[in-house]
């Protein structure tokens, strides 16, 4: 049984950073097909960062050069380090995974990840 559970949200003013974590269990976080999705109230379910079929992190554009996606050694966690924060990075930020297989043309599209964690809240005060 999959299951993604996220921690490290939180309030912060601009311009400062949070680091999230996605725990996996059932699931390798050395996959690629993971990802970060977030969701502001009223607004759809955005991707924000993930890794290309190669291994190499690929990111919305709304958080290029301010949002890093990684793992640790022992493939059990996913991060999200998250510098440089706007108040329209606030939203619930979601870890999810995808099945066998994943279409790298909708990687960050959310229709391709059928695990989901329960989320995390990020706050961002101007």
């Known amino acids: 049984q999959v299951q993604l559970v996220e921690s490290g949200g939180g309030s912060v003013q601009a311009g400062g950073s949070l680091r999230l974590s996605c725990a996996a269990s059932g699931y390798s976080a050395s996959s690629r097909y993971m990802a970060w999705f977030r969701q502001a109230p009223g607004k759809e379910r955005e991707g924000v960062a993930t890794?290309?079929?190669?291994?190499?992190?690929y990111y919305a554009d709304f958080v290029k050069g301010r949002f890093t996606i990684s793992r640790d050694a022992a493939k059990t966690t996913l991060y999200l380090q998250m510098n440089s924060l706007k108040p329209e990075d606030t939203a619930m930020y979601y870890c999810?995974?995808?099945?066998?297989?994943?279409?790298?043309?909708?990687?960050?599209?959310?229709?391709?990840?059928?695990?989901w964690g329960q989320g995390t809240q990020v706050i961002v005060s101007s």
């Open positions: 999810a995974a995808a099945g066998a297989s994943r279409n790298w043309a909708r990687a960050l599209g959310r229709s391709e990840y059928i695990y």
């Open positions: 890794y290309s079929d190669f291994g190499i992190p």
